[in-house]
């Protein structure tokens, strides 16, 4: 093992080792919330943070780090860089949060949307962070690929109830993608699909329908052929049990055991991510702060329409270390 892989697996494993809040929540972000810049003032001021990033760059073999700290913006967006770089940034600032002396202990669950299950179940311990980073790496190859095959695309519909839009969606052949909070769906397919329940949406009391410029339709059945390349690399790979509690994108409920989480993985990538149901999940069993680590405030957001009581904090900047 090398002096990076020993001190980001280490710290990985002493985070582990903390004693449980099960009053909090750790959430890691998706595809969407990346930017050129992100990461760089923790990678300066945090070593922890600095050697998870070096980490990354020896396990993929490219420099990861420039990418996210100097782009360019146009490759950065790329989803074989994009997922990677979000991965590494969050677990950065989750470390950087535990060595600054900002989280105390474990969260009692964590989740991820999307692509940020990976980070969830890498923190977790479900796996090590060289694993998950090239399970990432591949994900991110094979959806690229299916997004360049498939021409599929994406929109937000506002406004709506869930069983309104699956009822959207099958009148048009557009797929449920993504359940974010109370009235804030996504949805995906063929240009086509999406455009037909756009206009079903709008003319049916949405609040508002917005078209999404994204590289393809993720979480449906367009994303088949990365979900089959994906399901071969998930069969070669050991899960070991879960240290910490990890909320299922497909489910919303706890991921049982070890032997389901390939299973979890492949089916998230055809299926819709159930966000919402997640989030209510964790506050029936008691979870009343959230942390959101790594860029943007996405999720943080989605949970505050969800429970207007929820305490939330994002960390993903050097700024969001001072306390509020």
Request: net charge negative.
């Amino acid at each position: 093992m090398s002096a990076l892989s020993l001190g980001v697996d280490d710290a990985l494993a002493e985070l582990r080792d903390l004693p449980t809040d099960r009053s909090t929540a750790w959430f890691f972000p998706g595809q969407g919330a990346q930017a050129v810049g992100m990461g760089a003032d923790l990678f300066e001021e945090f070593p922890i943070a600095r050697a998870t990033f070096e980490y990354a760059d020896n396990i993929l073999g490219f420099n990861l780090s420039e990418l996210c700290f100097s782009g360019p913006p146009e490759k950065l967006m790329q989803t074989e860089f994009t997922q990677p770089a979000l991965v590494v940034h969050s677990i950065a600032a989750l470390l950087a949060s535990w060595k600054s002396g900002i989280v105390t202990n474990k969260a009692g669950l964590i989740a991820g949307h999307s692509l940020g299950e990976y980070a969830a179940l890498i923190v977790s311990g479900a796996c090590s962070f060289s694993d998950g980073i090239r399970l990432v790496r591949k994900r991110g190859q094979l959806m690229q690929e299916a997004c360049d095959n498939s021409q599929g695309t994406m929109a937000a519909i506002l406004g709506l109830e869930v069983e309104h839009v699956e009822k959207i969606c099958s009148e048009s052949g557009a797929h449920l993608c993504n359940v974010n909070a109370p009235g804030n769906i996504t949805i995906g397919g063929t240009t086509s699909s999406v455009k037909i329940a756009n206009d079903l949406a709008a003319s049916q009391g949405a609040s508002k329908v917005v078209p999404l410029t994204v590289a393809g339709a993720f979480h449906t059945p367009l994303m088949q052929s990365a979900a089959e390349g994906m399901e071969t690399v998930l069969n070669e790979t050991s899960f070991r049990e879960l240290e910490i509690d990890v909320i299922s994108n497909v489910t919303g409920v706890i991921i049982p055991e070890a032997k389901f989480i390939s299973h979890e993985l492949h089916a998230q990538i055809t299926q819709p991510v159930r966000w919402l149901d997640g989030v209510l999940e964790m506050v029936e069993q008691g979870v009343t702060n959230v942390i959101e680590f790594g860029p943007g405030r996405v999720l943080t957001g989605a949970a505050k329409r969800t429970n207007r009581d929820l305490i939330l904090r994002n960390i993903g900047k050097s700024e969001d270390f001072i306390s509020s």
